[in-house]
Nanobody, 120 residues
C-alpha cells in the first residue's frame, strides 16, 4: 500500500516560516526521486520542489531561494523548509514520488496534504 502522510502546515503571517514533513510507505523510498507539490483554490496542482535519491535538488522559480527540500532515507521522510512565506504560498501541500527527468508525479497516489495558510 503506497501511502504519503504530510504534516506541519498551519497558519502563518507573511514572512513567516514552516517546516513540512512527508512520511512515505509502500515504496522503496531510498531509491526514489521525491517531490513536493501544491494546489491553491481554483488552480491546478503544481510542482514546487524535487530531490533525487542522492540528494540533488531542483525548485520551481516561484519558491527558489525561499524553500529548501531535504530527505532522510533512514526515516523514509522528506521535508520542506519554507521561509519568507507569501500569501501566494497559500495552498494544500502534497508529496509524491517524482518522475525521472521531469517534474510530474511518479504515482497516482496522493495523501490528504497539509494546509498552509499565509495571512495577516
Amino acid at each position: 500500500q503506497v501511502q504519503f502522510v504530510e504534516s506541519g502546515g498551519g497558519l502563518v503571517q507573511p514572512g513567516g516560516s514552516l517546516r513540512l514533513s512527508c512520511a512515505a510507505s509502500g515504496i522503496i523510498f531510498k531509491i526514489q526521486p521525491m517531490g513536493w507539490y501544491r494546489q491553491a483554490p481554483g488552480k491546478q496542482r503544481e510542482f514546487i520542489a524535487g530531490i533525487s535519491s542522492g540528494g540533488s535538488t531542483n525548485y520551481a522559480d516561484s519558491v527558489k531561494g525561499r524553500f529548501t527540500i531535504s530527505r532522510d532515507n533512514t526515516k523514509n521522510t522528506m521535508y520542506l523548509q519554507m521561509n519568507s512565506l507569501k500569501a501566494d504560498d497559500t495552498a494544500v501541500y502534497y508529496c509524491n514520488v517524482k518522475s525521472f527527468f521531469a517534474t510530474t508525479p511518479g504515482t497516482n497516489y496522493w495523501g490528504q496534504g497539509t494546509q498552509v495558510t499565509v495571512s495577516s
